[in-house]
């Protein structure tokens, strides 16, 4: 196994109702962020691709929150980023240029290459995979699951969808513990998994699929 094979079963592993792919492509996303704020900011190349492909509102907000956790980075360079694009968009604005930046941000272009990655490394890792992902508390979401099973043409299809739906079955019944839980006539405390199983939930449920539809 190489570095991400490894990453990736070290990730199967240790998450706790979550998705090893997106837990996976969350911390690359960090990492790639952590970097652009720290290192980037005067990056020549790193420059234009901003400039050309813009940041969208959902990963402004993800650099946002990353730097209100991480204060040692300081703003100044977020600041001077976003000067640089501005001005850039000011710059179109005065020449009338088309103003259509397309679909995807530079982050969004990162994000697809990390979810790649992965997906593809869980894909071709899978016979080796199977029976830690079975007996693991991680659980793929959805879209990533789709994704691997719409590519297995051998017997490990059905096995793989067997252990997915025992997944949701037992995320099942911890929701509708949790919402009995709720009775007044109830006596019994909330287990930690009861009190995960909305969040994590919600994560697995959440559509993806302007990413790993595109993926090849």
């Not at 793929?140 to 997915?164: G, M, P, V, W």
Request: aromatic letters at 10%; proline letters at 1%.
């Amino acid at each position: 196994m190489g570095l991400v094979e490894i990453g990736l079963k070290d990730t199967i592993a240790q998450a706790r109702l979550e998705c090893p792919i997106c837990s996976l492509v969350d911390k690359a996303l960090d990492s790639t962020i952590d970097s652009f704020l720290y290192e980037m900011v005067n990056d020549v190349v790193v420059r234009s691709e901003l400039r050309s492909k813009g940041l969208c509102r959902a990963h402004v907000t993800r650099i946002e929150s990353y730097l209100s956790k991480h204060m040692e980075l300081g703003s100044m360079g977020l600041a001077i980023i976003y000067s640089d694009l501005l001005d850039h968009l000011t710059e179109l604005l005065e020449n009338h240029f088309d103003l259509d930046r397309g679909s995807t941000c530079f982050l969004c272009d990162k994000e697809k290459t990390f979810e790649s990655l992965y997906l593809k490394a869980f894909l071709n890792s899978l016979g080796e995979l199977l029976e830690l992902y079975k007996s693991s508390e991680s659980v793929l979401c959805f879209d990533h699951y789709a994704f691997i099973f719409s590519r297995l043409k051998n017997s490990l299809r059905q096995t793989f969808k067997e252990i997915q739906l025992s997944k949701y079955r037992h995320l099942i019944g911890l929701l509708n513990s949790f919402v009995d839980k709720h009775d007044y006539r109830n006596k019994e405390s909330f287990t930690p998994e009861e009190l995960m199983a909305r969040k994590s939930a919600g994560k697995l449920i959440a559509k993806n699929s302007h990413h790993w539809r595109r993926l090849k």
